[in-house]
């Protein structure tokens, strides 16, 4: 049970403002094992509802209990692990296969990664996904076959309480319905506490044991069953919120009792058009298939050929004949005959009947509801100089890739806090491009200045190289954790990940293609520095640079050219491979952009 004991919530306004009241002394009680749904207009204060209770968000005043517990005294990751957690566009974690997305909490808790995938197998069954989507990326899935993902996980360590956020909003209306009646069906199994946001009346009607109206300012106008809201709205806000056809509404809460049904005439598929004529005097004719279902209209008068599938018109709804009036009605007033189309619980056909006879029923009582460099004098001066080539190849690589490595190693928590504090982010961001804007030639007369005697350059060159690389890359990293999708970051924090860990466990793997592309951005921009050292006498690959000029020794400026080139293009392979390795979620969701 989750209990609402007068919370209020509000934001500090701007300078000069009245705080705003986003939920305002707020008391309800969200039954064990039922479906509770929090609606209402924009600015409601729904959602800021939904997470208070996993204290994603912290009430102003009042207290929260879940199962007798005052929700403030617990450890927010625990709690959150202990709860379920949908919201809309799954918020699934990309770079993750659809089993180890499902898996993600089990782990958390400890279990080992061979039960938890077990599990989480499990719940794809559960949840009507065949086997074959586990091993898949979820850019691989449709929005419907993610939302199934992203229920399964929230079920994935059975959590006694579910907090569900507008989760089939980003679907298209058929796939919607579908999933809705899964939900109903999986919560008929397994009778989770849920707490569940929609902005949709028709949403919530259907899928609630009680429907809670909020108002603008979240203030709670109504908490009822749905047919009682529906039949007896608190207030005009509540009426008109509801809707104007809500009578009609009201009628799916009420089980149409038995009714006088026609024995249809009915023809197979691929029946000739003498059998089609025959069979009926009526301008329809109903057709089902070899199991006696029902699989629409024809018009036999027109028919110039047996019956097939393309002769069919579609246009009626078919309903249960133990289902609510509201269901029968439809198939009576949606059928191109005028009757309505009833069958049982394995799909086949009992008979028909009209929209006056399902009216007359309900008016009873009833219960609710190459270079080639010029002036070359030796060519075999390359091969003579391989090994020293070689050499400065190894140094300057050295030179360039530890200060990258270090660098990276720095920039990643800088980015960080640049990110989780914004009051920092302009002296981390802002500093790092004053120093990257410095000529690399400046920086490296500087730095021995600046740090020592001698003994010292060849450190004080890998310090330089390393604040130049720092400043390079903290950009990037800032730039790659803000890649991470809002959703993501979300569902991660929702599901008890502390901000250590989600940074590690989550946004850093998302991060990788960005800071990819910014390490290889800066170990170019490495190696071309590390060629100017050898104005200041350290011998990298740039020696061949200033040799080859100062001696007018075209073949030697070209290889020192082509070898900078050549380590360059190798940094860049390497940091690609890395990036291949730590990606295989971003390489299918290439192919699925690609297809």
Known sequence: MIRFEGVTKRYAGAPGHAPSVAVDDLTLEAPTGQITVLVGPSGCGKTTTLRMVNRMITPTSGSIWLDGRDTAGLDEAELRRGIGYVIQHAGLFPHRTVLDNVATVPRLLGWDKAKARARAAEMLDLVGLDAAYARRYPSQLSGGQQQRVGVARALAADPPVMLMDEPFSAVDPVVREQLQDEFLRLQRELGKTILFVTHDIDEAIKLGDQVAVLRVGGRLAQLDTP??????????????????????????????????????????????????????????????????????????????????????????????????????????????????????????????????????????????????????????????????????????????????????????????????FPRVAPVIVGGSGLLYTIPSLALFILMPLLLGSRILDSINVYVAMTIYTVALLVRSVVDALGSVPEATALAATSMGYRRVGRALAVELPLAVPVLASGLRVAAVSNVSIVSVASLIGYPQLGYYLTDGYQRSFPLEIGVGIVACVLLALVFDLAIRGVEWLLTPWARARAEVSAA
Do not use: C, K, Q
């Not at 057709?287 to 027109?302: C, I, K, L, S, T």
């Open 227 to 420: 047919s009682r809201l529906l039949a007896d709205p608190v207030d005009d806000f509540v009426a008109d919120f509801v809707g104007r056809d809500r009578g009609y509404r009201a009628l799916g809460f009420r089980e149409a009792p038995p009714l006088a049904l026609t024995d249809e005439p009915t023809v197979p598929l691929g029946a000739s058009v003498g059998a089609a004529r025959a069979a009926t005097s009526d301008r329809w004719l109903l057709v089902v298939d070899e199991g006696g279902a029902p699989v629409g209209w024809v018009e036999p008068e027109r028919l110039v050929a047996p019956i097939g599938r393309e002769h069919l018109h579609r246009g009626g709804t078919v309903a249960r004949a133990d289902g609510s009036y509201r269901a029968v009605l439809d198939a009576a007033l949606s059928a191109p005959s005028g009757r309505g189309v009833l069958v049982d619980g394995a799909g086949v056909l009992v008979g028909t009947v009209t929209a006056n006879r399902v009216v007359a029923a309900m008016s009873r009582p009833a219960a609710a509801a190459g270079l080639g460099p010029r002036g070359v004098r030796d060519v075999t001066w390359v091969w003579e100089h391989l090994g020293d080539i070689g050499g400065y190849a190894v140094s300057h690589a050295l030179l360039a890739g530890i200060p990258l490595l270090v660098g990276l190693a720095l920039a990643l928590p800088l980015g960080w806090l640049a990110r989780r």
